[in-house]
């Protein structure tokens, strides 16, 4: 199993500022995803993060409010920017397990925005 | 990938069996079925899948239908511990990576009372 660590666990923000959220994988991985979960809700996809190339978004998240970085196999950060209190979510990275069978997600970022 | 439908909700007793069900009538042949569960505050986290036959791990048991448009994941002696979001998911067959990324839907509530 792949062990992910994210940071902050927990964030309280000002409307109009920007968050950035570290993923850190204990092992190297070709893709790794980030989701969001609005209160109550599933989770959603943001997009794929691919060492290396640009980000592949999901209908309805766009790389401006949501920039992606991957700069090696063990790490990204999502970026939520410009936030608005309808931000207010836990944010999941997500990788998958070695033989690509299962995926794995670290503990969130819950982010409330204020 | 193929849409599941979920029971919103149910009750299960400390101990007893737990029968969660699936239907994914429009599944294709190369779609496995996939379960995951949320604890409250945590991510998600995998637990089976399969592809047409029957499948047990240390947490569950996975029984497919013959013609593979349904499914039912067993918790066999639940616990406390076990109350969560249940999330049956159709995905395509892990050739890759880009497999893992997951399309959720609602879930089950599952409650374990004492």
């Known amino acids: 199993s792949a062990v992910i660590s994210q940071k902050p666990s927990r964030d309280i923000c000002q409307r109009g500022t920007s968050l950035t959220i570290q993923c850190q994988v204990d092992s190297q991985v070709t893709m790794m995803f980030w989701y969001r979960q609005q209160p109550g809700q599933s989770l959603t996809l943001i997009a794929t993060a691919n060492q290396g190339s640009e980000a592949t978004y999901e209908s309805g998240f766009v790389i401006d409010k949501f920039p992606i970085s991957r700069p090696n196999l063990t790490f990204s950060t999502l970026t939520v920017s410009n936030m608005s209190p309808e931000d207010s979510s836990i944010y999941l990275c997500s990788v998958a397990g070695r033989m690509n069978t299962e995926a794995f997600f670290g503990q969130g970022t819950r982010l409330t925005v204020v | 990938d193929a849409k599941t439908t979920q029971p919103t909700s149910m009750d299960c007793a400390e101990g007893r069996a737990a029968n969660l069900p699936c239907n994914h009538s429009t599944i294709s042949g190369n779609e496995y079925v996939y379960w995951y569960r949320q604890i409250h505050s945590q991510g998600p986290q995998y637990i089976i899948h399969?592809?047409?036959n029957n499948e047990t791990n240390e947490m569950a048991s996975l029984i497919i239908t013959e013609d593979r448009k349904s499914s039912t994941l067993i918790l066999p002696h639940a616990t406390l511990r076990d109350t969560a979001v249940y999330y049956c998911?159709?995905?395509?067959?892990?050739?890759?990576?880009?497999?893992?990324?997951?399309?959720f839907g609602g879930g089950t509530r599952v409650l374990v009372k004492p």
């Open positions: 998911i159709v995905r395509v067959a892990h050739v890759s990576a880009a497999g893992n990324k997951l399309t």
């Open positions: 399969g592809l047409k």
